[in-house]
Each structure stands twice: as C-alpha cells, then as structure tokens.
C-alpha cells in the first residue's frame, strides 16, 4: 500500500511532499488470525509455542475433524466424558478444518467454545472448554487450555482475554485431564492436557472376526452300518476383488459365516456413512456379498 501526505509551507506557497512511499505492510510474526468468532468462542491461527514435527497428512475435513475431537474423553470433577458435546463440535469443527488447511509451518489453531450444559449455564457466569489444535507428523496434536471452566476477573466480570488456549511450555491448571485409550494417547508423559491423535480417530478402523478353526474330528468306534451317500461339497463364494484405496473392511475377502456376513454389510455402511467409500464401492462390496449369502446352505 502506497500512502501520502499533503503539506503546506507558509513561505513557498502549496507544494506537494511525498510523506511515505512504497510502504508495505506486512503482520508480525507473532501475529493472531481469527478465522472465526462468535461472542466469546473463536477459531484462531496464532504462533506456536514449540516445534512439531513436518507432516505430509492431506487437509482434513470437517467430518475428520470432528471425528478426532469426538474421541477425546476427559476425567476431572468425579466423572469422565466426551472433552466436547454435538452441539460444541457442530460449532466448531468446520472453522477448525478452515484453519487447519491454512495454517503454516509453526502455527497452531487455538480454539474456545462456550459451555452451556444445564439451566445454570443460562443463569450463571459463562464457562468455556478451550485449547490448540495442530498437525504433527502423522497425528493430530491437541493440548487442553481449559475444560469447563469460567474466565472472570476479580470483579466477576467475563473476559474473553482469560480464557486460556494452553501451551507446550506450561501443562494447564484444571482438575481434567485426558483419558488414553483407542486412538488417544498422551503427546508428554506426565501431563494430562496433551494428547497425540492418530488417524485411527477419522479414518476408522472394522476389524472383522476371524473365522473359528474346524474343530477336530472325534474317534468314534466303527460302524457296520452301511455308509451314507456322500454329501456334495458346498459351494465356495469367490473372494471379493480388490479396489484400489478401498479400506480394508470393503477390499476383505467375503465371509463364508451368516454372523461375519452381517457384521461386514453394518461395517460398510458405516464407511458409506463417513464418505469413506464411494457408492460404487459399497455396492460392488455388497454385490459379492450378496452372492456369498446366496450360496449359503439352507
């Protein structure tokens, strides 16, 4: 941006000086970008208070992103639940996503929403669930800032300027803390308010049953009963084909057991659900096994 002065002088009549030329303006390097607000919540990309490592993960989405912040659970005031409801994470994940995708090299995203959990949230001072979001490496960092928490002053007054995002150099100071288990673990031993989430969380995982071992033939005495026609062999169904970049639970080879079977059309339906597969790969997949139903003894 190019901006100028007019100045006057007295002795020489009007004359046009150039105050300031070429100025470009660029944002310090610590500078806050908010992507989104709303009263007091907010999506923001700010500076990062430590390292990570570089990532070649694609953008997430705002169904990946709300699928890794749905598998947080947190522990704190004699109870354990989700670290965010439906409600916050519809809120919330679209922005997030946002600021995900534009956020560079040593930047984080800093997140708050409101709380509002119970007739005293509506009546009370406001409370708020904060923290930082980030790619490192092939997992997504997350570290708690505040859980439920109010953000007044000495005054009871709300401000917005006390919510805390958390940090890497300092663990936060609230009685919750992260619970590992499936995707989750802890980023730092020893502290509670930062998690490692790997790819488990939003690209899910359908493991199927593996199939039961025949058992082994029991030594019966002889018979001099005539032996009984021997029964045609069943049927084999022909394994499905495999797709390219098609999850495992969509690419298996076709069960030959009703319960498997079952279990893997409700497992394809899910990855349909979650745009994980196209629905020409669901309907490929439940083509065949179809066929491996009807192949099944009656």
Do not use: C
């Not at 509506?122 to 570290?143: C, E, K, N, W």
């Not at 936060?172 to 509670?192: C, Y």
């Not at 009963?225 to 049927?235: D, L, V």
């Amino acid at each position: 941006m190019i901006q100028a002065a007019y100045v006057t002088v007295p002795r020489g009549g009007r004359f046009f000086f150039l105050f300031a030329a070429a100025l470009l303006l660029a944002a310090p390097a610590g500078a806050v970008e908010t992507v989104w607000q709303k009263g007091n919540d907010f999506v923001r990309i700010e500076k990062a208070d430590g390292g990570t490592s570089p990532s070649a993960l694609p953008k997430l989405s705002a169904d990946a992103v709300r699928a890794v912040l749905s598998s947080v659970q947190v522990s704190g005031d004699g109870d354990t639940g989700p670290l965010l409801d439906s409600d916050q994470l519809s809120l919330i994940a679209k922005p997030i996503a946002q600021a995900l995708a534009q956020a560079g090299p040593g930047q984080d995203v800093a997140f708050a929403v409101h709380v509002q959990s119970g007739i005293l949230d509506y009546l009370g001072p406001p409370r708020a669930t904060a923290g930082r979001i980030f790619i490192d490496g092939d997992s997504v960092g997350l570290i708690l800032g505040m859980v439920h928490d109010t953000f007044l002053t000495s005054t009871f007054a709300a401000d917005p300027a006390r919510i805390r995002t958390g940090s890497r150099l300092t663990p936060q100071e609230t009685e919750h803390r992260i619970v590992p288990g499936g995707a989750v673990s802890l980023a730092v031993a020893g502290r509670g308010d930062w998690a490692k989430i790997s790819s488990v969380a939003w690209t899910g995982t359908y493991g199927m049953p593996t199939a039961q071992s025949p058992a082994a033939p029991s030594q019966a005495a002889p018979s001099t009963e005539a032996p009984a026609a021997t029964a045609a062999p069943k049927p084999t169904p022909a394994p499905a084909v495999a797709v390219p970049n098609m999850p495992a639970a969509a690419s298996a080879p076709v069960p030959q057991d009703p319960k498997q079977i079952e279990e893997r059309f409700a497992a394809l339906k899910r990855l349909l659900d979650n745009h994980m597969i196209s629905q020409d790969e669901y309907d490929h997949a439940k083509a065949d096994l179809l066929k491996a139903m009807a192949s099944l003894p009656h």
